[in-house]
C-alpha cells in the first residue's frame, strides 16, 4: 500500500498538500489539478452526485466532498438543495497505488476533511489565502504516514 500524496481543495486550488511520492511521472502537477477539477466539476453539475474514485493505470485517485454551508448561505430548507455553483464543495483527494486498501484510506481521509473543517470556520475556508492553511500539512502528515510507504520502504526502515 502506498499513498503518492493527498491535498485538501477548494474552487480548484490546494490549500493543504502532502507529497509522500512523486506522481509526476505519470501526471503532472498542472495536469492533475486540470483533471481533479474537469471530473469534480461533471459529477457534481451533470449526474449531481459524488465521485469515490477513477483510475489512471497503476494508481487509483480517491476523492471525497464535503459541502460547506453556513448560515448566511441560500440553502432551500425542505429539500437540503444545494447550488454547489454558489457553494462550491470542500475536497479531499489521495493518490495512492491500485493495489492499497480504499476503505481504509478513505476512513482516513473522512477524519481529515473533518479536522480541517473543524479546525477552520466555513468563513476562513471560503475567503483566506490557502497560506493560511499550510500548517495543517503537518496533521495530513500525522494522518496519513501509517498508511503512505511503499513495502520496500517499510522493510528499509526497519533494517
Known amino acids: 500500500m502506498a499513498i503518492l500524496e493527498t491535498a485538501i481543495l477548494y474552487k480548484d486550488r490546494p490549500l493543504s498538500e502532502v507529497q509522500f511520492y512523486s506522481s509526476d511521472e505519470f501526471l503532472s502537477h498542472e495536469t492533475r489539478n486540470g483533471l481533479l477539477s474537469a471530473v469534480v ?3 457534481t453539475t451533470a449526474f449531481d452526485d459524488e465521485i469515490q474514485n477513477f483510475s489512471i493505470g497503476g494508481h487509483t485517485i480517491l476523492v471525497i466532498l464535503k459541502d460547506l454551508i453556513g448560515d448566511d448561505d441560500d440553502v432551500e430548507e ?13 475536497g479531499i ?31 476562513a475556508i471560503k475567503n483566506e489565502k490557502p497560506k493560511k492553511f499550510q500548517k495543517f500539512n503537518s496533521r495530513l502528515e500525522k494522518l496519513f504516514q501509517a498508511l503512505a510507504l511503499k513495502h520496500e520502504d517499510r522493510f528499509k526502515s526497519i533494517f
Do not use: G, W
Open 78 to 90: 425542505e429539500n437540503k438543495v444545494i447550488d454547489r455553483k454558489m457553494n462550491p464543495p470542500l
Open 93 to 123: 483527494y489521495c493518490i495512492i497505488d491500485k493495489e492499497s486498501n480504499h476503505k481504509q484510506i478513505k476512513k482516513i481521509m473522512e477524519e481529515a476533511i473533518t479536522q480541517f473543517i473543524n479546525r477552520f470556520s466555513i468563513y
Open 41 to 43: 466539476n461533471l459529477v
